[in-house]
C-alpha cells in the first residue's frame, strides 16, 4: 500500500503535475488505504476540509492582504517609495544601496509578496544603482535578497499561512508572528544596509561613485510625496497592536486604505484597473488555496495514524540537543525550500516539526515560526528552484547562472543572519516579552525542554496551551464522529 | 507567445473564464468593503472606545470619562487631520495647487460628512455587520475557488519545474499532455465526491427551518458548496480538454512576465 501510495506520488512529480495534485493525491490514497474507509463516498471527508474554509476566519486575512498589495502596487506607490527612501539614505556611503534595501522593506510590507517587491523595485533600483557605478552583481544581489524581506516584514502572506497551517498543534497567534518579525527583518535589512555602505566606501575611496548631499527640503517634498504610502503598515500594526482589529479586519482596512490613496488621493487607478487588480489576485489566491484545503488534508491524515508521534520517538531515539535539532530542521528547511515552492513547504511541514520543536526540545512557537520563515525566505533565494533567482534573471535579463553568483554574498549574510536568529530567540521574542511586561531577553534552551513561555493574544487574554498530539488525534476522531453521527 | 491553432472549445472557455474572473474580482471587492464597513462600525459603536481606553491611564482618567472627550473632541482633530492632508496630497499629485483656505474648507466638509456618514451607519444598523466574517468568509470560498479554475485556465498553478525538466525536450509535451489527464482525472473525482457533498448539505436543509445553514448569514450550505462541484469540475475540463486536444495548452508565463503584467497597470495610469 505505502509503495503503491509513494509510487503514484512520485509519478506525479516526475510528470511535472500541479502541487495541488500532488498533495491531493497522495491525501485521497493515504485516506483510501489506510483507514477505515471502505467505500468511494466517504472519502467526502476531502470536501469538508474545503468546507471548513469557509469557517475559519483566519483564512479571511490571506485575500484581504493580497488584493490591497495588488492594490497598491498597481497604484504606482513603488517610485514615491524609492524617492523617499533616496532622500532618507542617499546622503550615506553607499546611500543609494541602502535607499533600495530600505524601499525594498517598505514595499514589502505593503505588497506582502517577495517576487513584486524584486520587480517593483528592483527594476527601477539596479538600473539606477549600475548607472551610479556600482558593481553590477552586487546590485543584482543585493536587490534580489532585499525583495525576499517580504516574508518577513508583517503584513506577510508567508507567516500568516505559518500560523494558520500550525493552528492545529499550537497556539501560533498571526498578529504576534507580525510583532516578533519586526527585530529579524530589521535585522537582516541592516545587515545589508551594512554590506552596502562597506561596498559603497570602497567604491567611493576608488574615486568611482560619488555620493549625494544630503537635503533637507528634498527630504520633506519626498516625504510629502510618499507618506501615504509609508503610512499603510502603521496603520496594520498600529490598528492590531492598538486593540482596535484582529489581523483578518486589518486586510479589509488595508483594502480600504489601497482604494482611498490609489484612487482619491494619487488618481493613479480606476475602477476597472482596480478590478484588473483583483483579477490577478483572485488567480494567484486561486493557485494557493486548493494546496492548502488539500494539505490540511494531509496534515489530518498524518496526525490520525500518529505520524508526528511516530517521528518524536524517532528523533527522541536519535537523542539530538536542541542545538542539533535545530541545526538538522535548518537544513531540511533549506533543501526543502530549494525543492519546492516555500507556501507548500510550509503548509506540508509546518504542522509536523513546529509541535515537535516545542514538545519535545522547548523551542518556543513563535520563535520556531520565525526561524521557519527565515528558512523559507533563504528558499527563495537557493536554486534549483528559487522564485526570487528566476524572478531576478527574467527582469535584470541576466543569465540565472550570473544571477545565483551574484546572490551568493547576501545569501551569505542572510544565513549568518539566520544562526544569529536561530540560537538567540531574544531577536524574535524581545518584542512580545516587552509588550507582555516580561524580561525583553530569552535564551536558547541548549539542556532541552524547559517551560515554554505563553503569549498573549491581541485582546489580551492568554493563549490557549498547546495541545499534545495525542490530544490534536484524539480531537480529530471525535470530530468525524460527531460529523458522521449529525449525518446519520 | 499565442497558441499556435485555435481548438474547438477555446473560445467557450475564454468567455467562461472571462465571467469567472468578473465575479471573482466583484466578490473581491465586495468581501472587502463589507469586512471594513464591519470594523468601522465596530472601532467607532465600541463603548467606551480603544482610544480612551489607551489614553485614559496616561492621564489618570478611566476610560468612560475620557470616552465623550474622544468622541466630541479628538475623532473630529483626527479625521480633520486625515482629510486635510488627503486634500493636500491630492492636490500635489494631481498638480493643482489649491490655497490653504479652500483645502481648510474642504476638510471640515469631508471630515464633517464622514462623521456623519458614520454616525448614520450605526443609528441606521445599531447591531452593526455581525454576519460579516461568515459573508466574507463564503465569498472567500467562491473568490479562492473561482480563481483556482482561472489560474487552471491560466496555466498559474503551482507545480515542481523540476519534474517536467527531467524529460527530454521531445517528451515534454506528451508528457505535459499524460500530466493533464492524470490531474483532470483527479479534479473530476473530486467534482464527484462534491457533488455527493453538496446532495447532502441539500438533504439536510430540506429536512427543516434552520437546517443545513451557514450561522449569522442564514444561507443554504448547499447553495454556498455549489462552487466546489463546479470548479472541480471546470479544472478537470480543461486539464482532460487539453489533454486530448479540445483545449489549446495554457499560455504559461513565468512569474516574472506575470507580475511585470500586473505592473504594467502603473505605467498606463503614469
Given amino acids: 500500500m505505502i509503495t503503491a501510495v509513494v509510487l503514484s506520488v512520485l509519478l506525479f512529480i516526475v510528470l511535472g503535475a500541479p502541487l495541488f495534485a500532488i498533495v491531493g493525491v497522495a491525501t485521497t490514497l493515504c485516506l483510501a488505504f489506510f483507514t477505515d474507509f471502505n467505500q468511494f463516498s466517504d472519502l467526502k471527508i476531502l470536501i469538508q476540509h474545503i468546507e471548513n474554509l469557509a469557517t475559519k476566519q483566519e483564512f479571511l486575512a490571506i485575500p484581504l492582504f493580497m488584493a490591497s498589495g495588488a492594490i497598491m502596487t498597481a497604484g504606482g506607490i513603488a517610485k514615491r517609495l524609492i524617492e523617499l527612501m533616496e532622500a532618507m539614505f542617499g546622503w550615506l556611503p553607499g546611500g543609494l544601496a541602502i535607499s533600495a534595501v530600505a524601499a525594498c522593506m517598505f514595499f514589502a510590507a505593503i505588497s506582502g509578496s517577495s517576487p513584486v517587491t524584486l520587480i517593483a523595485v528592483g527594476s527601477m533600483m539596479v538600473p539606477a544603482l549600475v548607472k551610479a557605478k556600482y558593481p553590477e552583481n552586487f546590485s543584482i544581489g543585493l536587490i534580489t535578497t532585499a525583495g525576499s524581506l517580504g516574508c518577513l516584514v508583517p ?110 488621493i494619487y488618481r493613479e487607478l480606476t475602477l476597472g484597473k482596480i478590478m484588473n487588480a483583483l483579477k490577478e489576485s483572485a488567480s494567484l489566491m486561486g493557485a494557493l488555496l486548493p494546496i492548502i484545503v488539500l494539505a490540511f488534508g494531509l496534515n489530518d491524515f498524518l496526525a490520525l495514524i500518529d505520524v508526528q508521534e511516530k517521528l518524536m520517538a524517532w528523533i527522541r531515539d536519535l537523542n539530538p540537543s536542541p542545538a542539533q535539532f535545530m541545526l538538522i530542521v535548518n537544513v531540511v528547511l533549506i533543501f526543502l525550500g530549494a525543492l519546492m515552492d516555500s507556501i507548500s513547504a510550509t503548509l506540508i511541514f509546518a504542522p509536523m516539526l513546529a509541535p515537535i520543536a516545542s514538545e519535545l526540545f522547548g523551542i518556543h512557537p513563535i520563535h520556531f515560526g520565525i526561524v521557519f520563515v527565515v528558512n523559507m525566505e533563504i528558499g527563495y533565494l537557493m536554486p534549483p528552484v528559487a522564485t526570487n533567482l528566476f524572478v531576478a534573471s527574467a527582469v535584470f535579463k541576466k543569465p540565472f547562472g550570473q544571477v545565483t553568483k551574484a546572490v551568493m554574498p547576501t545569501l551569505g549574510l542572510t544565513c549568518l543572519a539566520l544562526v544569529l536568529i536561530m540560537f538567540m530567540p531574544t531577536f524574535s521574542l524581545f518584542s512580545l516579552n516587552l509588550r507582555d511586561g516580561k524580561s525583553p531577553w530569552a535564551t536558547f534552551p541548549w539542556e532541552g525542554k524547559t517551560t515554554v513561555t505563553s503569549t498573549t493574544t491581541v485582546e489580551g487574554e492568554p493563549a490557549k496551551k498547546a495541545p499534545s498530539l495525542k490530544s490534536l488525534t484524539g480531537k480529530m476522531m471525535e470530530d468525524m464522529t460527531d460529523e458522521s453521527e449529525k449525518k446519520e | 507567445m499565442k497558441p499556435n491553432t485555435q481548438k474547438p472549445l477555446d473560445s467557450v472557455d475564454a468567455l467562461i473564464c472571462k465571467a469567472e474572473k468578473s465575479i471573482a474580482s466583484f466578490l473581491f471587492l465586495l468581501m ?201 469540475f471546470m479544472m478537470g475540463f480543461r486539464f482532460l480538454g487539453r489533454s486530448i486536444g479540445l483545449l489549446s495548452d495554457a499560455v504559461k508565463k513565468d512569474e516574472a512576465e506575470h507580475i511585470q503584467e500586473i505592473l504594467a497597470t502603473e505605467g498606463e495610469s503614469k
Avoid at chain 1, 508567508?158 to 492545529?168: D, E, F, T, W
Avoid at chain 2, 459603536?45 to 482618567?61: D, V
Fill in chain 1, 155 to 264: 503584513p506577510s502572506i508567508s507567516m500568516l499561512i505559518y500560523a494558520i497551517s500550525v493552528s492545529g498543534s499550537s497556539s501560533v497567534d498571526p498578529s504576534d508572528m507580525f510583532l516578533a518579525g519586526l527585530i529579524p527583518a530589521f535585522m537582516i535589512a541592516g545587515m545589508l544596509a551594512i554590506y552596502s555602505m562597506w561596498i559603497g566606501y570602497r567604491e567611493e575611496k576608488k574615486g568611482i561613485i560619488v555620493r549625494a548631499p544630503f537635503s533637507l527640503s528634498k527630504l520633506k517634498e519626498k516625504f510629502r510625496d510618499g507618506v501615504w504610502s509609508v503610512f499603510l503598515p502603521v496603520l496594520v500594526l498600529g490598528g492590531i497592536y492598538g486593540g482596535f482589529y484582529t489581523p483578518s479586519q486589518a486586510g479589509a482596512v488595508a483594502v480600504a486604505y489601497s482604494l482611498f490613496v490609489t484612487m482619491w
Fill in chain 2, 32 to 232: 472587502s468593503l463589507v469586512v471594513f464597513a464591519d470594523v468601522l462600525h465596530r472601532v467607532f459603536s465600541r463603548t467606551p472606545g480603544r482610544l480612551a481606553t489607551m489614553i485614559a491611564p496616561l492621564i489618570h482618567s478611566t476610560p468612560e470619562a475620557m470616552d465623550p472627550v474622544i468622541d466630541r473632541a479628538v475623532v473630529p482633530i483626527l479625521f480633520f487631520i486625515t482629510a486635510f492632508g488627503a486634500i493636500l496630497s491630492r492636490s500635489r499629485a494631481l498638480k493643482t495647487g489649491i490655497g490653504f483656505g479652500k483645502a481648510t474648507v474642504q476638510a471640515v466638509l469631508g471630515s464633517l460628512g464622514a462623521g456623519l456618514a458614520i454616525i448614520a451607519f450605526i443609528k441606521l444598523i445599531p447591531s452593526g455587520l455581525v454576519w460579516s466574517p461568515y459573508f466574507g468568509l463564503s465569498c472567500l470560498l467562491w473568490l479562492g475557488l473561482l480563481g483556482a479554475s482561472i489560474a487552471t485556465h491560466q496555466g498559474q498553478h503551482l507545480a515542481l519545474e523540476m519534474g517536467e525538466k527531467l524529460w527530454p525536450e521531445k517528451l515534454r509535451p506528451g508528457v505535459s499532455k499524460f500530466a493533464s489527464l492524470l490531474v483532470g482525472g483527479f479534479c473530476l473525482v473530486i467534482s464527484v465526491l462534491a457533488v455527493l457533498s453538496v446532495k447532502d448539505h441539500y438533504a439536510d436543509w430540506s429536512s427543516g427551518p434552520g437546517a443545513g445553514l451557514i450561522p449569522s448569514i442564514e444561507w443554504p450550505k448547499w447553495a454556498v458548496y455549489l462552487v466546489i462541484p463546479y470548479c472541480f
